[in-house]
């Protein structure tokens, strides 16, 4: 199956700063990206997402980069604020398998900022 | 309407109970999905039903029985669960054959066995 790791597993910063998030993948044939973050005791949400044909996607305060060659995409979030205290997973979709194209959750980052 | 949404929001329920978890969506999504989320984990893929019909079952003991009654609705039915199945159980939704390939999840259900 496909192996996602995601570094750093926690990471707090002041309010104000920057904040990156990177997964790395192992499925070659892995063509969509998304970061999902997860606020306690709700379901995880979509907040950005690239497809493999695009090197970065921005979004306000988020954004999002590709390296298909090594196998990472990052979320970048600037001018962090409390609010954005949370868990975030990124989840690539793999090699269709029995009809289904596979999603392997990474395995988190705490961020916590700090007001 | 982009909500997915799961009922009840928390259960707890001995290990001799019968008990069934509810998901709804309304976007009409095809594809349809249930996660076991432990803490401080990311979630784990349990079945996957696509146009209603079961595709996907991650090896899951017989103790999990999953339905899908109609494109809208799944459930996720539970007899004679152990302790170590409590977790967070998470539904979720997506389009089938669409460009963007978002995964819309619900709240969760907070399950407890005691």
């Known amino acids: 199956g496909e192996n996602v790791e995601q570094h750093p597993s926690t990471l707090s910063v002041q309010e104000g700063d920057s904040a990156v998030i990177k997964c790395t993948y192992s499925?070659?044939?892995?063509?969509?990206f998304p970061w999902y973050k997860q606020e306690l005791g709700k379901g995880p949400q979509l907040i950005i997402d690239i497809r493999s044909n695009v090197g970065e996607k921005k979004d306000q305060r988020i954004a999002v980069t590709l390296n298909k060659t090594a196998k990472h995409f990052s979320l970048h979030i600037t001018e962090t604020q409390p609010e954005d205290s949370a868990v975030y997973f990124c989840?690539?979709?793999?090699?269709?398998?029995?009809?289904?194209?596979?999603?392997?959750f990474g395995t988190g980052t705490k961020l916590q900022v700090i007001p | 309407d982009t909500e997915v949404t799961q009922t009840p929001k928390h259960l707890v329920m001995g290990m001799t109970n019968k008990k069934s978890l509810k998901c709804e969506q309304h976007m009409g999504h095809r594809a349809m999905y249930w996660y076991k989320q432990k803490a401080k984990k990311p979630p784990e893929l349990m079945f996957v039903y696509s146009y209603e019909k079961l595709s996907i079952n991650e090896s899951v003991p017989s103790r999990f029985s999953p339905e899908c009654p109609n494109s809208s609705l799944l459930n996720l039915h539970l007899h004679a669960l152990q302790p170590e199945d409590s977790a967070l159980y998470l539904c979720?939704?997506?389009?089938?054959?669409?460009?963007?390939?978002?995964?819309?999840f619900g709240q969760g259900t907070r399950l407890t066995v005691v």
């Open positions: 979720a939704s997506r389009s089938i054959g669409e460009s963007r390939t978002e995964a819309f």
């Open positions: 989840a690539p979709k793999g090699a269709v398998s029995g009809g289904y194209q596979k999603v392997t």
């Open positions: 499925d070659s044939a892995s063509n969509y």
